[in-house]
């Protein structure tokens, strides 16, 4: 899950939004595209209904919400969405300042292990302090209107637009060797520190990075160790053995160089099977002026192959031991390049 919008480094500037009890209601009808959290209240009556969500018609019963409400949401405030959960910018009344909820789509909200994959996913990251991973100010459990729980989990609004939609921004100019070395450093040393903390990600792609400035940010840590395996996996990003239950911190490191992959090539490197990377295609393409358009010697050319081939090899034990490496490993190409 990412956050596309390069215009999203306004929001944590900004003022706050207009008292939602004082806008204009459209054509005389209740307003629907205003919805409201509020801190849990375990008493079942409309009166206390801690969440309003916006609805197709008109009967949205706002008028039976009394008191404040913590987060207030705007409508069209969606900015990540994903297979398994939405991300919603919303102003936080309390501390002052917009803030990012994070809540699982309502095809999964009434399972019970869909239910704890937020909570858990929170606990994950609050064990992680870095600049590479948003802070977490909160995680609760609130009721829908139609008296169904549904757990939020309320974090740091991270501004920058996904690596994913940089790349796939037509607009903008593919990135230089220079940003590719540094995000490709930065996520490098987030993974690491995590793996250190006995942590793997498990879906590391260009998605779930995020480029906010001064350090890149990862996201979306569903299929982390502590969460439970709910089928998660990204193929193309995902290492063999992580389909077999058996990751490790290199899987992380595999998906990293599945990352820089999609990184020259705008496409997942080519698989001959789940998680084991088609070598051969992978030496072709690279070698290829047609498809590979960065200014390579035929000598770097070669070094990277080399480099993406043992960063993507089946058995983890031919692999860079951690992204850190694999990261050293590529910038030193692109250092020898612009020399």
């Excluded at 995590?194 to 996201?219: C, E, F, R």
Aim: aromatic share 8%.
């Amino acid at each position: 899950m990412g956050i596309d919008s390069p215009e999203l480094a306004k929001f944590n500037n900004a003022s706050p939004p207009p008292d939602f009890n004082n806008l204009p209601l459209p054509y005389g009808k209740k307003r629907i595209d205003v919805w409201e959290i509020r801190e849990r209240i375990p008493i079942r009556i409309w009166n206390s209904t801690p969440l309003l969500i916006p609805m197709p018609d008109i009967e949205t019963r706002y008028d039976e919400i009394t008191g404040d409400a913590r987060y207030v949401v705007e409508g069209n405030a969606l900015v990540g969405d994903g297979g398994m959960s939405d991300v919603y910018r919303a102003w936080d009344k309390r501390l002052g300042k917009y803030v990012a909820v994070k809540k699982m789509q309502e095809w999964l909200s009434t399972d019970e292990d869909s239910k704890n994959l937020i909570e858990l996913e929170a606990k994950t990251m609050t064990r992680i302090n870095h600049p590479g991973i948003p802070e977490i100010y909160d995680f609760n459990v609130v009721r829908t209107p139609d008296g169904k729980e549904m757990p939020i989990m309320i974090m740091q609004l991270v501004e920058g637009e996904s690596l994913y939609g940089r790349l796939n921004n037509n607009k903008q100019v593919p990135l230089t060797l220079d940003e590719i070395s540094s995000i490709v450093t930065q996520t490098a040393n987030t993974i690491d520190f995590m793996n250190k903390k006995g942590l793997t990600h498990a879906d590391i792609k260009p998605k779930n990075i995020l480029l906010s400035q001064p350090h890149i940010k990862i996201v979306d840590f569903g299929s982390s160790n502590w969460v439970h395996e709910m089928g998660t996996a990204t193929p193309g990003y995902t290492a063999f053995e992580v389909y077999s239950g058996k990751r490790d911190i290199r899987s992380d490191e595999y998906s990293l160089a599945a990352t820089v992959y999609d990184i020259l090539f705008n496409n997942p490197p080519p698989e001959i099977g789940l998680g084991i990377a088609n070598k051969k295609a992978i030496e072709s393409n690279i070698l290829d002026p047609n498809k590979f358009k960065i200014s390579l010697s035929k000598e770097n050319k070669k070094k990277l192959i080399k480099i993406l081939v043992k960063g993507l090899a089946e058995n983890p034990d031919d692999r860079y031991q951690t992204s850190t490496e694999f990261a050293q490993e590529l910038s030193k190409v692109i250092s020898t390049t612009q020399s």
